[in-house]
């Protein structure tokens, strides 16, 4: 599997803007699906956003309309806009394959914080 490291995570003020990058071990083209996932401590990670390989994108309704997924695939890199940030926006965000399964290997992610 193509390993998969989120960065670029730190504090921002609510209405603030970040913008996170994913770093791949190998190419993502042969990937049918790439995504982020986010994780608030003590619960699960939940799937945020994803884009397919057919250009189509989806969004968790939470994020939808402040954040956008970027890919460049002659890179090898992943990116996640956010925009219009909010206090609950204050998690750890992970890059990965989209689906994931029980079989998955996880980076270590990058927190976000955002302060009202």
């Known amino acids: 599997q193509v390993r998969m490291v989120a960065s670029g995570g730190g504090s921002v003020q609510a209405g603030g803007s970040l913008t996170l990058s994913c770093d791949t071990s190998?190419?993502?083209?042969?990937?049918?699906?790439v995504g982020w996932y986010r994780q608030v401590p003590g619960k699960e990670r939940e799937w945020t956003v994803d884009a397919y390989r057919n250009r189509t994108t989806h969004y968790a309704d939470s994020v939808s309309g402040r954040f956008a997924i970027a890919i460049y695939a002659d890179r090898n890199l992943l990116l996640l806009q956010m925009n219009d940030m909010r206090p609950e926006d204050t998690v750890v965000y992970y890059c990965?394959?989209?689906?994931?399964?029980?079989?998955?290997?996880w980076g270590p992610g990058t927190q976000v914080t955002v302060s009202s």
């Open positions: 190998g190419s993502i083209n042969g990937i049918p699906g």
């Open positions: 990965n394959v989209v689906p994931s399964t029980p079989r998955t290997s």
